[in-house]
């Protein structure tokens, strides 16, 4: 009856409804962030990070890696780590600003565009079911995080500049895409 879950080819497999879930997360996320929930949006980002971390196991341990599985991480990863963690910077932050909007524009497009650079990459150099030692460049969900520490920071009043925060959001885009080696899991 469930045979699909444990089936490589279903698009519905284990791991990929593990990545589904990520997805429900992202979109759970954005939902908070529309509402002002922030750290809701936060804590339910995390959530969609703890399936990205188990899809993947999944997907080896049970023989489920595919190029569908492939690519739709690469997209739950583009709305949970790279999508989310801007909206919730720039509706808790940047929304009432007075920074110029045309800084942040450039900073979040700057981000963006190395995020699904990341990603698109990584999907055009892996191999179904290896996984490397080290990631070369930092992974979206460690921007991501990266991203949520900026945020903490700054609501708990460590951090107030919000030009500081503009750079710090362009270097972790730059991080995403060097020669930086980073231990896989």
Same mark, same amino acid.
């Given at each position: 009856?469930?045979? /699909?879950l444990f089936?490589?080819?279903?698009?519905?497999?284990?791991a990929?409804? /593990?990545?589904f879930?990520?997805?429900?997360? &992202?979109?759970?996320?954005i939902? /908070?962030i529309s509402k002002g929930e922030?750290?809701l @949006?936060?804590?339910? @980002?995390w959530i969609? &990070?703890?399936?990205?971390?188990?899809?993947?196991?999944?997907?080896?341990?049970?023989g489920?890696s595919?190029?569908f599985?492939?690519?739709l991480?690469s997209f739950?990863?583009s709305?949970?780590?790279v %999508?989310v963690?801007?909206?919730?910077?720039?509706?808790a932050?940047?929304?009432?600003s007075s920074i110029? +909007?045309i800084l942040?524009g450039?900073?979040?497009?700057?981000?963006?565009?190395?995020?699904?650079?990341?990603?698109?990459n990584?999907?055009?150099?892996s191999d179904i079911?290896?996984?490397e030692?080290?990631?070369? &460049?930092v +992974?979206?969900?460690?921007? @991501?995080?990266?991203?949520?520490?900026?945020?903490?920071?700054?609501?708990?009043?460590?951090?107030?500049?919000?030009?500081? %925060?503009l750079?710090?959001?362009?270097?972790?885009g730059?991080?995403?895409?060097?020669?930086i080696?980073? +231990?896989h +899991?």
């Open positions: 009856m469930f045979r /699909f089936e490589r080819d279903s698009n519905f497999n284990l990929n409804l /593990f990545t879930t990520n997805i429900g997360a &992202g979109v759970v996320a939902y /908070f922030y750290n @949006a936060v804590i339910s @980002a969609g &990070g703890a399936f990205d971390i188990f899809d993947g196991k999944i997907a080896r341990k049970f489920l595919s190029p599985g492939i690519q991480d739950a990863d709305l949970s780590f %999508i963690p801007l909206l919730l910077l720039y509706f932050i940047f929304q009432e110029n +909007p942040f450039i900073a979040f497009l700057f981000y963006t565009i190395a995020g699904l650079r990341r990603l698109i990584f999907n055009l150099n079911g290896k996984v030692k080290f990631f070369t &460049g +992974p979206t969900p460690l921007g @991501a995080i990266l991203l949520w520490i900026i945020y903490l920071l700054w609501s708990s009043g460590i951090v107030e500049n919000e030009i500081y %925060i750079f710090y959001i362009a270097i972790v730059y991080l995403l895409n060097s020669k080696r980073i +231990p +899991p």
